[in-house]
């Protein structure tokens, strides 16, 4: 028998605001999906958001299907089935943790805000390490950034104030990244976007000048798609290149949020059409990685 051993989180409802007052997302899913338990407290909630760590090799009880390997071990992850029938696919991420107690608080603060972030299902501990299991990630941006199909500056905008909306939420509860970048943004058929990114550290001032580096990139590879592939920053649309010219100079994430490409953007619902082009078009890449692990007929 294996140990399974629950971490509880309990967080004010201030303690996780919309940031910056931008409009909240899946407001509908959030409606309808089963609540978390609630204890009132004075005229605030109090919620609870857990998740099981479980002493024990995952697996004993996944079987792997297939290794997804993207630039680095750190991007690296497997997709994986339960032994018993009639589950569903899920990924399987190898973290090495410093410090357990650390660890699983940052994933809980994660684990608080499923609308923002990729949720993690349970967590295997190993003596130096840990294994996440969490849904498994059919489409990302970065098939977006590979697929043939063009970006206007309104979904541009759409897309970028809901990374904004993950990167405010780790700043204002003190967790850091290592790396961000397409590959580790969840794209949903909904077009909702989740960060995916579990390579995690105190946030601490170093964060700005990484936090600079991913959104330059980021940006930078959407922005190709709203110009036919154009890299040249000055001939870009003009909203777009003074954005990106904020991002150069390291503002703050407020700053950012208040630009007009992200302030005066659509709503997500705007980016469903493009998960749907990319669902027919574009190999996702789990299934990109099996296609080349098979010989050739």
Not at 20 to 47: F, H
Not at 151 to 180: C, H
Request: aromatic share 6%; glycine share 4%; net charge neutral.
């Amino acid at each position: 028998m294996h140990r399974t051993t629950v971490i509880q989180l309990g967080l004010e409802d201030s303690a996780v605001p919309p940031p910056l007052n931008l409009p909240t997302r899946d407001v509908q899913q959030e409606q309808d999906s089963p609540r978390p338990p609630e204890t009132k407290r004075g005229n605030r909630l109090k919620r609870h958001y857990t998740l099981n760590f479980i002493k024990e090799s995952p697996w004993s009880v996944y079987e792997k299907h297939v290794d997804v390997s993207y630039k680095t071990p750190r991007h690296s992850c497997i997709v994986a089935q339960k032994r018993s029938k009639g589950n569903a696919r899920v990924h399987i991420k190898k973290i090495v943790e410093h410090s357990k107690e650390a660890t699983a608080n940052r994933l809980l603060l994660l684990q608080s805000a499923p609308i923002l972030f990729v949720p993690i299902l349970e967590v295997y501990e190993q003596p130096s390490s840990m294994y996440l299991v969490y849904e498994l990630v059919e489409h990302t941006l970065q098939d977006l950034v590979r697929s043939q199909h063009s970006l206007e500056i309104k979904e541009l905008g759409a897309i970028v104030k809901q990374i904004l909306e993950g990167l405010i939420y780790l700043e204002v509860n003190g967790v850091g990244l290592l790396d961000l970048e397409c590959a580790d943004i969840r794209f949903r058929p909904n077009g909702c976007l989740q960060i995916g990114s579990f390579n995690l550290r105190d946030w601490t001032e170093d964060q700005i000048r990484l936090r600079t580096s991913w959104l330059k990139s980021i940006t930078s590879s959407l922005v190709q798609k709203t110009t036919d592939g154009v890299t040249e920053p000055k001939l870009w649309h003009p909203c777009a290149m003074e954005f990106f010219a904020l991002i150069e100079s390291g503002v703050s994430l407020d700053q950012l949020c208040r630009h007009e490409l992200v302030a005066d953007s659509p709503g997500k619902s705007v980016l469903s059409r493009l998960w749907s082009m990319i669902r027919y078009t574009v190999l996702p890449q789990p299934l990109a990685n099996m296609v080349a692990l098979c010989p050739a007929a």
